[in-house]
């Protein structure tokens, strides 16, 4: 066996020869490989002038050095580019996307950025999602991104604010919103934030199914700020119910070197 099955690194062969050569390779591919970070899954060209343990993975469409190598990895070691085809279940953490990624099935898929990431106790589901994606980057990591993130709220008391929040600097364009489960103990509820309880809609229905997309005409933000469920009947409060929220925003990134 000439190479390992899964990282594919070469092995010493009995007898062989000027073994540190096979050593050092085998070491190079695992200081590229292992906890592997990228910097971008979506510059389709390579860097003017990119400094030694770049990686990013290849997007559709790369020119240049990277032409060819779509999904691969591509890594400048010792002064040039080598590209590693990954494996079924590789991950990666996308640096510019702030989220991780893997490959199957010939491509490479986002997860959610793990700062979104959270785990509904009752299912064990994903309470949280969350999609970016890059419309443009330059070669210093500037960004122009738009981003989708979702999170299933269970309703109780007079309000309940979410966990995802609309970033700081970012341009909403809309905040839309599903119930999933009947909600009880009000005739309806609003979608807004605070000071702006019907800011994404107002008296919205309580059966599940029931759905709104609270367009606004897009708004920049200026602090994070969380989306404020509330209750409306003589009650004033619920008693139970789960509605799903969508935040859709756009949000520059600024240069990162």
């Given amino acids: 066996m000439s190479n390992t099955a899964h990282l594919n690194l070469p092995v010493i062969a009995a007898a062989q020869s ?36 770049a990686r990013y993975i290849v997007p559709a ?9 779509e999904n691969q990895i591509a890594a400048f070691d010792t002064g040039a580019w080598r590209f590693i085809a990954p494996g079924t279940g590789w991950c990666a953490w996308v640096e510019s996307a702030g989220g991780m990624q893997v490959h199957s099935n010939g491509a490479w898929g986002l997860l959610s950025a793990v700062a979104g990431l959270g785990i509904d106790p009752g299912t064990g589901g994903l309470a949280i999602q969350q999609e970016r994606t890059v419309l443009s980057e330059t070669d ?91 209750a409306h009947g003589d009650t004033g409060a619920f008693v139970g119910g789960k509605v799903r929220i969508a935040l859709h925003y756009f949000l520059p990134v600024i240069p990162q070197e």
Avoid: M
């Fill in 61 to 69: 469409g790369a020119t240049g050095a990277f032409a060819g190598y």
């Fill in 140 to 230: 210093h990591g500037a960004q122009s991104q738009f981003v989708t993130v979702e999170e299933e709220l269970s309703l109780a008391g007079s309000s309940v604010n979410s966990t995802v929040v609309i970033p700081d600097r970012a341009f909403v364009f809309c905040v839309s919103s599903r119930t999933v489960e009947d909600v009880t103990g009000v005739w309806q509820y609003h979608v807004g934030i605070a000071g702006e309880a019907e800011k994404f809609g107002g008296y919205l229905g309580i059966a599940e199914g029931s759905t709104n997309a609270g367009v606004i005409g897009p708004q920049a933000f200026y602090a994070d700020t969380p989306i404020v469920i509330s």
């Fill in 18 to 53: 000027q073994k540190h050569v096979t050593h050092n390779e085998a070491l190079a591919l695992i200081d590229l490989l292992v906890q592997l970070s990228v910097i971008s899954n979506s510059v389709g060209e390579p860097p003017a002038d990119p400094v030694e343990g």
